[in-house]
């Protein structure tokens, strides 16, 4: 059953990310520059986050703690998420959001497969496995078809 509910909560996060993904292409469009919906996106999700913070009563790290954490994790994510998020703001409206996200979706799953298998981004290991392969393969697939 939680690993239901955990599948549950990934599937919406994914549907919540192509909300946002909508919404802030509006945005992209109104401001006529995908890295200023990015930076928008960026300033409201600190400010919505800390609100959950706040709401939940969860800690963050004492200075200590923060300073056992690695300098480049601070900040490295971010670094993806403009690039990532700003790609999906210019390509919506050139491809669709449907084949927009089908590519993104692609994207992530190859690259974290081979992510997985080597165990790169200090991730735990996943080797590849025939039915791995036999579902990337399928989503492809998937994928040429939404594109035709």
């Not at 800690?59 to 971010?78: C, S």
């Not at 165990?119 to 994928?143: D, H, Q, R």
Request: one cysteine or more; aromatic letters at 12%; glycine letters at 10%.
């Amino acid at each position: 059953m939680k690993t239901l509910i955990l599948q549950i909560l990934a599937f919406s996060g994914g549907v919540f990310l192509a909300i946002q993904a909508g919404f802030n292409t509006q945005l992209s469009g109104h401001l006529k520059q995908p890295v200023l919906a990015a930076i928008s996106t960026s300033v409201f999700s600190v400010a919505f986050a800390s609100l959950f913070i706040i709401i939940t009563g969860k800690q963050i790290p004492n200075m200590h703690e923060a300073r056992l954490i690695p300098w480049y994790l601070w900040g490295i994510g971010g670094l993806f998420s403009v690039l990532g998020i700003s790609l999906y703001f210019y390509t919506i409206p050139r491809l669709g959001i449907s084949k927009m996200i089908a590519m993104g979706l692609c994207g992530q799953l190859i690259f974290s497969m081979v992510a997985g298998n080597f165990g790169w981004l200090n991730l735990p290991v996943e080797p590849l496995t025939s039915k791995k392969l036999l579902g990337t393969f399928a989503m492809i697939l998937g994928i040429i078809l939404i594109n035709n």
